[in-house]
């Protein structure tokens, strides 16, 4: 039986009194069936998303607008989380500036959003990142001769080895199906750029690391060469001298003409080449395999797609070169996010399916065991449980995708389990919905592969609802919402997001969310919370730590990490040092946050939030990585009324009877000196109450800010206020 598949349609503008036609059909030949087709409608909350790069600059400035009122938006690049913002107001342009990922190199750049009403399908875009070119030269022109070879040239000068080329090419024609595309270097190395295209007229530009070419050829998109071969071919030797486009009209009846075309050399090479790229597909199922007291083992479908430009690696144990695949859930709150349960890693047998699940169109791949070019393998919940194909995450390193199966626990008899081992373990405590009504459940799935280098798309995420069952009984889940591309840790709405990696590629990463809640009226005590969410960083995170500012008060510092079934690891806490300049985590030697996995650290601070950077070190691999977050700002001055020397709330002639009291008498010094400093000169002396009362009874100046409310001193100085004077 089939269970159920998610399709998405984009940019779909549905009125009301339309008409909507629906076509399904079987993903291979002969298949056939009944079933229940359900149809979701999600609004768009965000229009005009737009990336643009100046080339050599390695930056991406992107922007986009809300239509409707968000709650919080989530921006990723080639998959991985970079920036997220908290609610704004429908029409707000929101503008961010996007840096360190490879280039050059294309980028996709998607945008997750969400309102009040739910989450809307991410929408995305491309650009190109360039290098600063060393030479463009543009060719000939004119008539395409029907039923013919036309013969356009250009000369280039540059005396050098190219690294990458570009070609922009714009022909007018009105069956480009006709035309084959050919260019040829100086030293006479070529390479078939188009053939069998559709559609008029063809604006094109060819680049090797782009996607394949796919229609519409005439809206100007980067595209790669039909080939066979590379443009990098043609950059095996100087590229000076005369280079030629061929143009063969393999077809008689129509002729056209060549608008223009052009030659871009770079003498830096592209980031990466065409590779496979695993993706995770929209889940539909969840089930209860097993029960052990109160803690339940599940498990979840999985939906693996190629969405890469050559076969991923299928090959099932002993062989190393498979994918594997772990799942998690969380428990999300407005305060906190925390993990509440975990799986260990499946390992994708061989050999791979050929189904086409994420639409991507599957190509049949010659060897059965690899997942083909828009290919998709997909299992079920039940065979996903099978504690048999289930091994430690820590066997597996999780940036290079590396295992070795002759030291793997998979590597012999299965020996004694219980029937939540090594499946998705969770306390009934935490699936029951009565014991957390204002929390949501989310399940996340994450996905490794060796041969992927572009691991940012590997998770997915998404919402459980609980259908029935009880603590001790049966749990029954759907999962009816769409999954949301990237890891749980981005449906925590309003949090700060970045990034924790090395950043010279030797590394993955992890992510940080952090969030600040004022706890009072006065905002003069905050609780900042941080999750870190380790997708790929092999070095584990063995200390996080968050710098203060003299004077700052930190109370109930808090650290918590997931019960987690492992090998060679202990759960244990981390400990808490705290001195006047920082806050810090550190692990214990058998409980570093490894991949996978979501700690949670948090404090209350009499400070509000600054961005500032973050510290964490690895525990595998030393060195610092410094990221930037939020942080407490410095000490928040309780807020006074100048003037309001005896704190009664009034401005009188008490108050400067007060102060007369305090500097000639021996009265007692109050708890806010800054509101007897009248005058606001930095000091407490016989000239504060005679500006007192000159303001009360004569001309004398207005008093000096927070005057005439009620606020902190702006004026840095030694008087203090400990305590804030009343402000009704």
């Known amino acids: ?214 229609p519409p050829f005439n809206v100007g998109a980067t595209m790669r060469p039909s080939g066979p071969g590379s443009l990098l071919d043609l950059c095996n030797s100087i590229a000076a001298g005369e280079w030629t486009l061929e143009i063969e009209d393999l077809v008689a009846g129509e002729s056209g003409t060549l608008v223009e075309w052009s030659l871009v050399f770079f003498d830096v090479p592209p980031a990466y080449l065409p590779a496979p790229d695993l993706i995770a597909g929209d889940h539909q199922q969840m089930s209860q395999l097993g029960r052990e007291g109160d803690e339940v083992g599940l498990m979840l479908q999985s939906v693996c797609c190629n969405h890469g430009d050559e076969p991923l690696d299928w090959h099932g144990n002993p062989s190393p070169l498979h994918p594997f695949m772990v799942f998690n859930l969380y428990r999300i709150s407005e305060e906190r996010i925390v993990q509440v349960g975990s799986s260990w890693a499946k390992h994708a047998p061989g050999p791979a399916t050929t189904a086409n699940a994420c639409g991507l169109g599957c190509t049949v791949p010659s060897d059965p065991y690899t997942l083909g070019i828009g290919c998709s393998d997909i299992y079920s919940a039940g065979y996903n449980g099978t504690q048999s194909v289930l091994g430690p995450r820590s066997e597996i390193d999780p940036w290079s995708g590396s295992y070795d199966y002759n030291n793997s626990i998979l590597n012999g008899p299965l020996g004694s389990v219980t029937p939540v081992d090594r499946r998705l373990r969770i306390h009934d405590a935490d699936l029951d919905p009565t014991a957390n009504p204002d929390s949501d459940l989310i399940v996340e799935a994450l996905y490794i592969a060796h041969d992927d280098p572009n691991p940012g798309d590997n998770t997915i995420h998404e919402t459980v609802s609980i259908t029935s069952g009880a603590p001790g009984g049966t749990w029954q889940f759907s999962l009816a919402d769409p999954g949301q591309l990237g890891p749980a840790i981005l449906a925590w709405t309003g949090s700060t997001i970045s990034q924790i990696t090395p950043g010279d590629g030797s590394d993955g990463m992890a ?109 595998d691999v030393a060195g610092d990585i410094v990221v930037e977050s939020l942080i407490p700002g410095g000490p928040i001055t309780p807020p006074m009324r100048r003037g309001d020397c005896n704190a009664d709330s009034g401005i009188d002639i008490a108050d400067a009877v007060t102060a007369l009291d305090i500097l000639f008498m021996g009265g007692a010094s109050p708890a806010c000196t800054d509101s007897c400093d009248t005058n606001d000169d930095g000091q407490l002396n016989i000239a504060d109450p005679i500006a007192l009362l000159t303001w009360l009874f004569g001309s004398g100046t207005p008093l000096p800010a927070p005057h005439p409310g009620c606020g902190q001193d702006p004026t840095v100085d030694s008087l203090d206020c400990l305590e804030g004077t009343p402000c009704r």
Request: hydrophobic content about 40%; aromatic content about 8%; glycine content about 8%.
């Open 1 to 214: 039986g089939c269970t159920g598949y998610t399709s998405t349609i984009e940019d779909l503008v549905v009125s009301i009194g339309d008409e909507i036609w629906i076509r399904v059909g079987g993903w291979q030949p002969g298949d056939a069936g009944t079933g229940t087709l359900s149809v979701q409608f999600s609004p768009a909350l965000v229009d005009n998303l737009i990336a643009d790069s100046q080339p050599g600059s390695g930056i991406i400035d992107v922007s986009w607008q809300a239509i409707s009122d968000l709650t919080a938006t989530a921006l990723l690049i080639d998959g991985v989380p970079y920036a997220s913002t908290g609610a704004v107001a429908a029409g707000t342009l929101l503008q961010q500036q996007v840096s360190g990922f490879l280039w050059p190199a294309p980028v996709e750049i998607c945008l997750m959003s969400s309102s009040p009403g739910g989450s809307a399908v991410p929408i995305c875009t491309a650009v190109d990142v360039l290098a600063t070119a060393v030479e463009v030269v543009s060719g000939s022109t004119g008539s395409i001769v029907d039923d013919s070879v036309t013969i356009a040239s250009v000369t280039v000068n540059n005396n050098a080895i190219p690294a990458d080329l570009r070609v922009e090419i714009d022909i007018d024609h009105p069956r480009i199906s006709d035309l084959r595309i050919r260019l040829l270097s100086a030293e006479g190395e070529q390479l078939v750029l188009q053939e069998g295209a559709s559609g008029s007229g063809l604006d094109a530009i060819y680049w090797q690391p782009a996607t394949p070419a796919a």
């Open 511 to 619: 992510i940080i969310a952090a969030k600040a809640f004022p706890l009072d009226d006065s905002e003069s005590s905050w609780r900042y919370e941080y999750a870190i969410w380790n997708h790929n960083l092999s070095r584990h995170v063995g200390t996080v730590e968050i710098p203060l500012t003299p004077g700052v008060q930190i109370t109930d510092p808090y650290f918590h990490a997931p019960q987690i079934e492992s090998l060679g690891y202990i759960d244990l806490p981390w400990q808490i040092e705290l001195d006047s300049s920082a806050i810090r985590w550190i692990a214990p030697q058998q409980n570093p946050l490894r991949w996978g996995y979501l700690y949670n650290f948090a404090f209350t601070a009499t400070a509000a939030p600054v961005p500032g950077d973050v510290h964490a070190t690895g525990h």
